[in-house]
């Protein structure tokens, strides 16, 4: 969709980056280390949410730092409780029970995470 602020993922609504995602995909494939750098807003996250979903033998696990903020040190149980929120949407996305959770919901017409919790 254009002009929404919110991360993409799908090539199509992500525009004039096809180089740097073959580049991040070429990186991944040879199992090299990436780091994505750059000034805020400038499609950071897109690009590696959409270099990921055209890697669909890969499974990824995403952790949003950024919910910890600019501090120096913070507690483990806060980095443990986004560790485990990355955690359980990968478990969402590539298991047989996050998938078969989001068929009843669907069905259902509830939040899938109303089915699947993980504490």
Do not use: C, Q, W
Not at 66 to 78: A, E, L, Q, R, V
Not at 86 to 103: C, D, M, N
């Amino acid at each position: 969709m254009l002009f929404d602020t919110r991360p993409k993922s799908k090539r199509e609504d992500f525009f004039d980056r096809d180089k740097e995602i073959e580049e991040l995909k070429d990186v991944i494939l040879h199992k090299d280390f990436a780091a994505v750098l750059g000034i805020r807003k400038i499609g950071k996250t897109s690009l590696v949410k959409v270099t990921l979903n055209e890697l669909p033998d890969h499974i990824s696990l995403s952790i949003n730092l950024g919910k910890i903020g600019s501090k120096k040190s913070y507690p483990m149980d806060t980095f443990s409780r986004i560790f485990i929120e990355g955690a359980v949407e990968t478990l969402r996305k590539y298991t047989f029970a996050g998938k078969v959770s989001k068929i009843i919901a669907n069905r259902l017409g509830i939040d899938p995470s109303d089915i699947l919790e993980l504490n």
